[in-house]
């Protein structure tokens, strides 16, 4: 789709303005997230990079909000993981979650409701299930977001 664009954008004339759908800036990456399952947080996620490469290792960057109040929370633990649901396995490395800032009592924040996870791989093409498991201060939740990978 991208290369295509660039084909046709290649010395030919600027784009029509009658063409309503036509983008005048590069595709934003997808925005990925949502409530999770019960309702206990909101969750944004970001890819880095954006789409993750094939077989290559990526992060992932959750940030956790309040539904309420909207705002970040640091005080959780988040687990993030992926499967190929209609291929039975997951990831062929283990993703590894920041724990985050620790004090010597072993109390581990995430300034500004951020979570990484790194050690991600998409090792396939097609249509893979990313998970994020919450445990935090409204309890244990997680959402299941679909993500095809080209
Ligand atoms: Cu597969």
Redesign the pocket.
């Known amino acids: 789709m991208l290369s295509l664009l660039l084909l046709l954008g290649c010395g030919q004339a600027p784009p029509s303005t009658t063409t309503a759908e036509a983008p005048t800036t590069p595709e934003a990456p997808k925005a990925l997230g949502g409530e999770t399952q019960r309702g206990a947080y909101v969750v944004a996620l970001e890819l880095v990079p954006n789409p993750p490469p094939l077989s290559e290792l990526f992060e992932v960057k959750v940030t956790l909000t309040d539904p309420q109040t909207g705002a970040p929370i640091s005080d959780a633990t988040v687990s993030v993981d992926a499967q190929?649901p209609?291929?039975g396995?997951g990831m062929s490395t283990d993703p590894i979650d920041d724990p985050g800032a620790c004090d010597a009592a072993g109390v581990c924040t995430h300034p500004g409701g951020v979570y990484r996870t790194t050690g991600m791989k998409f090792?396939?093409p097609?249509r893979w299930s990313v998970s994020i498991d919450v445990s935090g201060p409204k309890g244990a939740d997680r959402l299941v977001l679909p993500y095809e990978l080209l």
Do not use: A, P, R, V
């Open positions: 190929m209609q291929h396995h090792h396939m097609g």
